[in-house]
């Protein structure tokens, strides 16, 4: 089993900047890929950034590409999402999430993914 652990979550201001968190344990070796996800009232759930941890190599959104930096600490055992330039679109939960491997690649679809995290708030106002 792995267990994700998300913070980070703040209200800002419209061109502000958050870094979320995403602490993972328990079986940390199966997992080869790792993604953040958002989730806004009343739409669906959006991929917004996937990390392939054994390599490093990322994947964006189109609506995030530029603004966004995913990135591991594998000492920390912790993902990350570096939030630039953000807008009140951006509003949302966050998820991070983890997977194993699998022929999907660099999928920012939720239904490839196993592990998910309790998710974290992120607000942005103009």
């Known amino acids: 089993q792995v267990q994700l652990v998300e913070s980070g979550g703040d209200s800002v201001q419209a061109g502000g900047s958050l870094r979320l968190s995403c602490v993972v344990s328990?079986?940390?070796?199966?997992?080869?890929?790792m993604g953040w996800f958002r989730q806004a009232p009343g739409k669906e759930r959006e991929g917004v950034a996937s990390?392939?941890?054994?390599?490093?190599?990322?994947y964006y959104a189109d609506s995030v590409q530029g603004r966004f930096t995913i990135s591991q600490d594998n000492v920390k055992n912790t993902l990350y999402l570096q939030m630039n330039s953000l807008k009140p679109e951006d509003t949302a939960m966050y998820y991070c999430s983890a997977r194993g491997l699998d022929v999907y690649g660099h999928s920012l679809e939720s239904w490839t993914y196993k592990y998910w995290g309790q998710g974290t708030q992120v607000t942005v106002s103009s």
């Open positions: 328990g079986y940390t070796a199966s997992i080869y890929y």
């Open positions: 990390i392939y941890i054994r390599s490093g190599s990322t």
